[in-house]
């Protein structure tokens, strides 16, 4: 009898902890560290905060290992980082004119964090916030790990709340374990109120290393045959205008580098590029190449646009970390400031719709 109440006893200390875990996950206050997933020569570490992608490691096809993902070795860093490297970017990515928009006719005044305008969802964007781990497999045939964030109504001024979750997955082509893919899946469903949702993910690659210098040598083709220009404030003007003969210009079957009409741009790229292709079909995005490491990247995705930039100098306790250039965002998405023009794909969804955005990044070694 002893016996029992001391084995009943013990299962009611655990169940203890158990709910009292539960509960601290639901009052949203988990502990920020980091998670990893393997799948043979592929090795991808992983943060609840922004649900960031922290680094990514695969072979060279001259022998070796490294990380091609721009990021930090603390997760304290991701908590302090404006650049938002390798989070998901929402509940808005990109830039919102003005910080703000109408819709139904009631105008929505956001909370401006890029002077008078509103970038990557505000300075608590979703790259910002702690997330919940809600599945985690590291190993196995196709190792995962799903983050989900319940973004409330009236979160840095936008309208209803909405359930989000992003699920990462690993694997490898059967028989070809020189390629890799890693896909993702970000979904939200708007619960009691029509709503703005453009999702991203903010990684910045170097498919040479992430310490190996500059990506201008790397060799690059977006499928793209229109983009949507700016003004001095990188807000879209609302045009849709063709690549043709401008700098922007990656179509060409023939791999440009990315270094080679860089000149002619004062701060490198940042612009949104729309994509060849129906809007919500999946299609081959980019494709990218490092003749140096023999490592080739391709993107795919059901987005309309991808905003296409090269890394400013990143800081970190004032000494520079990754100087300009350094990294390369292939960032699928809607167009920017969409809110603000008609004849840009809509980003609203209603409840009872939901928001489906699809990434796969397949990774190929090149034997020299």
Not at 143 to 148: A, L, M, V
Request: with cysteine; glycine share 10%; net charge neutral.
């Amino acid at each position: 009898m002893e016996k029992l109440s001391l084995l009943f006893y013990t299962l009611v200390v655990i169940e203890f902890f158990l709910v009292a875990k539960q509960l601290d996950l639901v009052h949203g206050s988990p502990e920020v560290k980091m998670y990893e997933l393997y799948k043979g020569a592929l090795y991808v570490t992983f943060t609840n905060w922004g649900a960031s992608i922290v680094s990514l490691k695969i072979p060279a096809g001259r022998g070796g290992w490294s990380n091609i993902v721009l990021g930090y070795d603390d997760v304290k860093d991701y908590m302090n980082d404006p650049t938002s490297f390798g989070g998901v970017a929402g509940r808005v990515t990109n830039r919102i004119g003005g910080a703000k928009f109408t819709l139904n006719g009631t105008e929505y005044k956001l909370k401006a964090n890029a002077g008078e305008n509103m970038i990557n969802g505000g300075a608590k964007g979703y790259a910002n916030v702690i997330w919940n781990v809600a599945k985690y497999k590291n190993r196995g045939r196709h190792p995962y790990i799903q983050f989900t964030y319940d973004s409330y109504d009236g979160e840095e001024g936008f309208p209803g709340g909405v359930q989000v979750s992003v699920k990462y997955t690993l694997s490898t082509e059967e028989d070809k374990e020189e390629e890799f893919q890693l896909s993702v899946v970000m979904r939200a469903k708007a619960i009691n109120k029509p709503t703005p949702v453009n999702l991203a993910l903010h990684a910045f690659w170097n498919l040479n290393g992430d310490d190996s210098g500059d990506i201008l040598s790397e060799k690059i083709v977006i499928f793209a045959s229109n983009y949507t220009p700016v003004d001095t404030k990188l807000i879209p003007t609302g045009e849709i205008v063709p690549v043709e003969g401008t700098p922007y210009d990656f179509l060409n079957v023939e791999h440009h580098t990315i270094g080679s009409r860089i000149n002619k741009l004062a701060n490198g790229y940042d612009i949104n590029y729309a994509l060849d292709g129906a809007p919500n079909e999946m299609k081959l995005v980019a494709i990218v190449r490092d003749d140096n490491s023999g490592r080739l990247m391709q993107l795919h995705s059901n987005q309309p646009g991808v905003q296409f930039s090269t890394v400013k100098d990143v800081k970190r306790n004032g000494e520079i970390i990754y100087k300009a250039h350094s990294g390369l965002c292939l960032q699928t998405q809607g167009f920017p400031d969409s809110v603000n023009h008609p004849n840009f794909p809509s980003q609203i969804i209603a409840p009872g719709k939901d928001y489906k955005h699809y990434m796969i990044f397949r990774f190929s070694v090149l034997k020299p």
